[in-house]
């Protein structure tokens, strides 16, 4: 499993969600100018990554399927 290329691409693609939601509950955690400035940019970021990662999710299930 881990030698295959799309599950790893899988794997980081839900890695940098995970950063990205991380740090913006770090952001609202913490508050101040930085989560003034940068919470509703990094909130947007972490959409368009969890939407890339869930294609990636139903591709590879898609093509280890028989698809």
Same mark, same amino acid.
């Given at each position: 499993?881990?030698d295959?290329? /799309?599950? /790893?691409?899988? =794997?980081v &693609?839900? &890695?940098i =969600? *995970? #950063? !990205? $939601? $991380?740090?913006? !509950?770090g @952001?609202?955690a913490? @508050? @101040?100018?930085?989560?003034?400035?940068?919470?509703? %940019? #990094?909130? %947007?970021?972490? #959409?368009? *990554?969890? *939407? =890339? *990662? !869930? &294609?990636?999710?139903?591709l590879?299930?898609?093509?280890? %399927?028989g @698809?």
């Amino acid at each position: 499993m881990f030698d295959d290329p /799309l599950f /790893l691409l899988v =794997v980081v &693609a839900v &890695a940098i =969600v *995970a #950063i !990205i $939601l $991380l740090t913006g !509950i770090g @952001g609202f955690a913490k @508050g @101040g100018e930085f989560n003034k400035k940068h919470a509703n %940019r #990094i909130m %947007r970021y972490r #959409i368009y *990554a969890q *939407a =890339v *990662a !869930i &294609a990636l999710i139903l591709l590879y299930v898609w093509l280890r %399927r028989g @698809g």
